[in-house]
Nanobody, 117 residues
Framework: QVQLVESGGGLVQPGGSLRLSCAAS????????MAWYRQAPGKQRELVAS???????GYTDSVKGRFTISRDNAKNTLYLQMNSLAPEDTAVYYC???????????WGQGTQVTVSS
């Protein structure tokens, strides 16, 4: 069992930055593939960025060059540094943990990010 708790969301002006954190507890964090998803009102949840246990990363095209995913296995924490934020980045951001080669999958409760002037 893994518990995931996101923090760091809020209201930011266009062009601003936020850093999201996801604290994990309850299992061996380091072996999980971790990811950030987001869901905007009226839209499906989409994968934003992912990072494997060996720190290989991937990003959806719309955030490449602006967002950076990272993990600190010593602190059992996942991060998402978001720069040059735009109104279209407004969404609830969810932390996800997946045990590779299994169907074991965990979600956090989400944190709201609002980009508006």
């Amino acid at each position: 069992q893994v518990q995931l708790v996101e923090s760091g969301g809020g209201l930011v002006q266009p062009g601003g930055s936020l850093r999201l954190s996801c604290a994990a507890s309850g299992s061996i964090f380091s072996i999980y593939t971790m990811a950030w998803y987001r869901q905007a009102p009226g839209k499906q949840r989409e994968l934003v960025a992912s990072i494997t246990s060996t720190h290989n990363t991937g990003y959806t095209d719309s955030v490449k060059g602006r967002f950076t995913i990272s993990r600190d296995n010593a602190k059992n924490t996942l991060y998402l540094q978001m720069n040059s934020l735009a109104p279209e980045d407004t969404a609830v951001y969810y932390c996800n943990g997946r045990l590779p080669s299994t169907s074991i999958n965990y979600w956090g409760q989400g944190t709201q990010v609002t980009v508006s002037s």
